[in-house]
């Protein structure tokens, strides 16, 4: 009796100093109450109807959020087609009209050329500078005589420089007006999508489809100004910048591509030019022919647009759509224990109050 007593004394000490084990291990659950209204029921799958019609109808078939999106840059090589003809009936080479003002992707179309040919620079060799008008001798003294002289010749400043100076008034500058209308671009473009580890590109092209034909590769330029709303008035004298980007839209589950063509005007106001020197040598004596060329310089770039079907853009909206089914149980209780007139029997069959375990 007396073991039986000491072992009954320790498991009580232990039971002070240790939790019991059934309390540890408990298993916690949630008690469903299952209400007999048919108002709450229909509330209840009206709700969830609209979750799943917002899943399939705006989220799958509207929205395509099955899809996985990427957005990649590339580059164009422009080609320039057809030869221009001045006002004068001169026919302008390619080669000697559509030199490269840029970077790759970037073309040069001129629409005016003022040419000074015979330029010399010898020294002690002073004429008048368009650049620097004058009313009066001491206008021109900028306290350089070896630059500039004191002298105010025809309304211009006495300058240094290659004689006689560009200068479209005079005779000694001839001026000509080119034609655009039957200048045709040539675009082959590339695009890479990282994501989907797949290029688009047009480079291996060697037949020209001319636009308003599908997958057209050759525009015109002027259905390329016409796109920007630029009218011939507004680039003729002083130029143009115009960016022309090549939109890819790409659906790689079936490989194909729609390839959609957007121009936008830059600058019309300032317009672009650029200078080309042709330097020689005519009796011993260094000249150059000066052409300073206005026009349009066309920036191309490609835009793609891919999508492909995505198993994981599957999951993430089908667990998106079982988190949203919880909403219709949130707004049935709400409506349960808030609007109905029933509302306080039902909380107090949803809602039990335990006792109190608190020491007094």
Request: with cysteine; glycine share 4%.
């Amino acid at each position: 009796m007396w073991v039986v007593t000491q072992l009954k004394y320790v498991k009580t000490r232990l039971d002070e100093h240790f939790p019991d084990l059934d309390d540890v291990f408990a298993y916690d659950t949630v008690r469903l109450v299952r209400v007999q209204d048919r108002r709450l029921g229909l509330l209840y799958q009206f709700v969830k109807l609209m979750v799943v019609v917002y899943v399939v109808v705006g989220v799958f078939i509207i929205k395509k959020r099955y899809l996985d999106n990427e957005k990649a840059s590339g580059w164009i090589i422009c080609r320039i087609l057809r030869q221009q003809t001045s006002d004068s009936g001169f026919s302008w080479d390619v080669s000697d009209r559509t030199t490269n003002p840029g970077e790759i992707g970037a073309v040069f179309v001129p629409t005016r050329i003022l040419i000074t040919r015979g330029q010399t620079q010898q020294e002690g060799q002073y004429c008048p500078s368009p650049q620097h008008p004058c009313t009066k001798p001491s206008d021109c003294d900028i306290g350089n005589v070896a630059l500039q002289k004191q002298e105010c010749i025809d309304g211009f400043c006495t300058r240094r420089q290659w004689c006689p100076a560009e200068n479209a008034l005079l005779p000694t500058t001839e001026t000509h007006y080119l034609d655009t209308d039957d200048v045709e671009l040539w675009f082959s473009s590339y695009v890479h999508y990282h994501k989907f580890m797949l290029d688009v590109s047009t480079t291996d092209e060697v037949k020209q489809v001319h636009y308003p034909h599908a997958r057209a590769n050759t525009y015109k330029l002027r259905d390329l100004l016409r796109m920007a709303n630029l009218d011939k008035e507004d680039f003729v004298e002083n130029g143009a910048v115009l960016i022309v980007n090549a939109l890819y839209d790409c659906n790689l589950d079936d490989k194909k591509c729609q390839v959609q063509v957007e121009t936008m005007q830059v600058d019309t106001a300032t317009g672009f030019n650029h200078v080309h020197n042709h330097v020689y040598f005519e009796n011993g004596i260094r000249k150059r022919d000066s052409y300073r060329m206005y026009g349009i310089r066309i920036a191309a770039f490609a835009t793609g647009f891919g999508r492909r079907t995505s198993m994981a853009q599957i999951i993430l909206q089908l667990s998106s759509a079982i988190a949203m089914l919880s909403v219709a149980e949130m707004i049935t209780d709400f409506w349960l224990m808030s609007v109905v007139p029933e509302r306080r029997h039902y909380t107090e069959q949803k809602i039990q109050m335990s006792e109190d375990f608190n020491e007094d």
